[in-house]
C-alpha cells in the first residue's frame, strides 16, 4: 500500500476523532491509538503508518518509531488470522505458562512470533498480560482464557486451526487480528455478544474485598492536576 493509499480522507477523519479525544495540548497521547488505527488498515506498522501519526500528532518520524518498537503489540511482520499470545511471566511461567507454551510451539512448529504455515495461527510468548490472579493465562487476539495447562491450550489452538473459535473465559469471541486494530483504536465492537458480561471473577475481586474488610483505600486522584514540563518538574 503506498501512502497516498493509506492517507484517505476516512483515515484522516478517524485520527482527528482519536485526537479530538485527549485535551488540548496533550494530542500526542493519541499516539498509542493511532498506531492501532493505521495497523488495523495495514496488517502491521509499516513507514507509512509512522509517516501518516507523525503528520497527525506533528511529531517527528523518529518519535513515532521509537514507541512504535517498544510496544509488543505493534507488529512489524503481517501475522496469521488469530495471534495466541502464551503468557511465560514469572507467575504464569511457574504455574505451567512455560510447558503451555512449548507444548504449543511443538504442535504449531513454530517459535515466537512466528505464523503457522497455513496462516492460521501467530503465536508469541507475552509479558505479563495483567491476570496473574487466573494464572496461567493465554490470550487469542487478547480476549482472555483461564487457567491454561497444557492440555486446553493445544486443544484451543487445535479447534482455531480447525476454522472454529473457542469461547473464551473472559470478554468476548476473538475478533482476528485483523479486527482487532479498530477496538484497540477506541471503536466499539458492533458485533453480537461483544460485551461480554463474564469479565470479573472471584479472584479479581478478592483484593478488593479484602481492603474493604480491613477498611482500606487509596486516596482520590484528581484526573486535571496538571502534569508539569520537563523543565517545571526540575
Ligand atoms: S504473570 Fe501471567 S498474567 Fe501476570
Same mark, same amino acid.
Given at each position: 500500500?503506498?501512502?497516498?493509499?493509506?492517507?484517505? /480522507?476516512?483515515?484522516?477523519?478517524?485520527?482527528?476523532?482519536?485526537?479530538? @479525544?485527549?485535551?488540548? &495540548?496533550?494530542?500526542?497521547?493519541?499516539?498509542?491509538?493511532?498506531?492501532?488505527?493505521?495497523?488495523? !488498515? /495495514?496488517?502491521?506498522?509499516?513507514?507509512?503508518?509512522? @509517516?501518516?501519526?507523525?503528520?497527525?500528532?506533528?511529531?517527528?518520524?523518529?518519535?513515532?518509531?521509537?514507541?512504535?518498537?517498544?510496544?509488543?503489540?505493534?507488529?512489524?511482520?503481517?501475522?496469521?488470522?488469530?495471534?495466541?499470545?502464551?503468557?511465560?511471566?514469572? %507467575?504464569? &511461567?511457574?504455574?505451567?505458562?512455560?510447558?503451555?507454551?512449548?507444548?504449543?510451539? /511443538?504442535?504449531?512448529?513454530? &517459535?515466537?512470533?512466528?505464523?503457522?504455515?497455513?496462516?492460521?495461527?501467530?503465536?508469541?510468548?507475552?509479558?505479563? %498480560?495483567?491476570?496473574?490472579?487466573?494464572?496461567?493465562?493465554?490470550?487469542?487476539?487478547?480476549?482472555?482464557?483461564?487457567?491454561?495447562?497444557? /492440555?486446553? $491450550? %493445544?486443544?484451543?489452538?487445535?479447534?482455531?486451526?480447525? *476454522?472454529?473459535?473457542?469461547?473464551?473465559?473472559?470478554?468476548?469471541?476473538?475478533?482476528?487480528?485483523?479486527?482487532?486494530?479498530?477496538? %484497540?483504536? $477506541?471503536?466499539?465492537?458492533?458485533?453480537?455478544?461483544? !460485551?461480554?458480561?463474564?469479565?470479573? *471473577?472471584?479472584?479479581?475481586?478478592? $483484593?478488593?474485598?479484602?481492603?474493604?474488610?480491613?477498611?482500606?483505600?487509596?486516596?482520590?486522584?484528581?484526573?486535571?492536576?496538571?502534569?508539569?514540563?520537563?523543565?517545571? $518538574?526540575?
Amino acid at each position: 500500500m503506498s501512502y497516498e493509499e493509506l492517507d484517505t /480522507e476516512e483515515l484522516r477523519t478517524r485520527a482527528a476523532e482519536i485526537r479530538a @479525544r485527549f485535551p488540548e &495540548g496533550r494530542e500526542r497521547s493519541a499516539l498509542l491509538p493511532l498506531l492501532h488505527l493505521v495497523q488495523s !488498515v /495495514e496488517g502491521k506498522v509499516t513507514p507509512n503508518g509512522v @509517516r501518516f501519526c507523525a503528520e497527525q500528532l506533528g511529531i517527528t518520524r523518529a518519535q513515532v518509531g521509537a514507541v512504535a518498537t517498544f510496544y509488543t503489540m505493534y507488529k512489524r511482520r503481517t501475522g496469521g488470522k488469530h495471534l495466541v499470545s502464551v503468557c511465560t511471566n514469572t %507467575l504464569c &511461567g511457574m504455574m505451567g505458562g512455560d510447558k503451555t507454551y512449548k507444548a504449543l510451539s /511443538e504442535h504449531l512448529g513454530v &517459535g515466537h512470533e512466528e505464523t503457522t504455515e497455513d496462516g492460521s495461527i501467530t503465536l508469541e510468548h507475552a509479558e505479563c %498480560l495483567a491476570a496473574c490472579d487466573y494464572a496461567p493465562v493465554l490470550t487469542v487476539d487478547y480476549e482472555f482464557y483461564n487457567n491454561v495447562d497444557e /492440555e486446553k $491450550g %493445544l486443544e484451543i489452538v487445535k479447534r482455531l486451526q480447525a *476454522g472454529e473459535i473457542p469461547m473464551p473465559d473472559r470478554g468476548a469471541t476473538p475478533a482476528g487480528l485483523a479486527g482487532i486494530g479498530e477496538q %484497540l483504536a $477506541g471503536y466499539g465492537d458492533g458485533r453480537p455478544g461483544a !460485551v461480554a458480561e463474564n469479565a470479573t *471473577g472471584e479472584p479479581t475481586l478478592r $483484593g478488593a474485598r479484602l481492603a474493604a474488610d480491613h477498611g482500606i483505600s487509596v486516596p482520590g486522584f484528581d484526573p486535571n492536576t496538571p502534569i508539569p514540563s520537563k523543565q517545571e $518538574g526540575k
